[in-house]
């Protein structure tokens, strides 16, 4: 999960240098993804722990 982190505040950080809107569109879908996978991650974790 520590990759996944990284890997998306990377994308997000990036994404306000960046000046092609294809890119940024692309960028965008890949935060989103990113997103609901660490939260997707959370969720088995925490039903592991219980």
């Known amino acids: 999960m520590n990759f996944k982190n990284t890997c998306m505040n990377k994308t997000a950080s990036m994404y306000n240098l960046v000046s092609c809107e294809q890119l940024k569109a692309l960028m965008e879908i ?3 993804n990113s ?14 722990q219980q």
Do not use: F, P, V
């Not at 996978?37 to 592991?48: E, F, H, Q, T, V």
């Open 30 to 32: 890949d935060i989103q």
């Open 35 to 48: 997103a609901q996978a660490i939260a997707d991650y959370k969720n088995i974790l925490s039903r592991i």
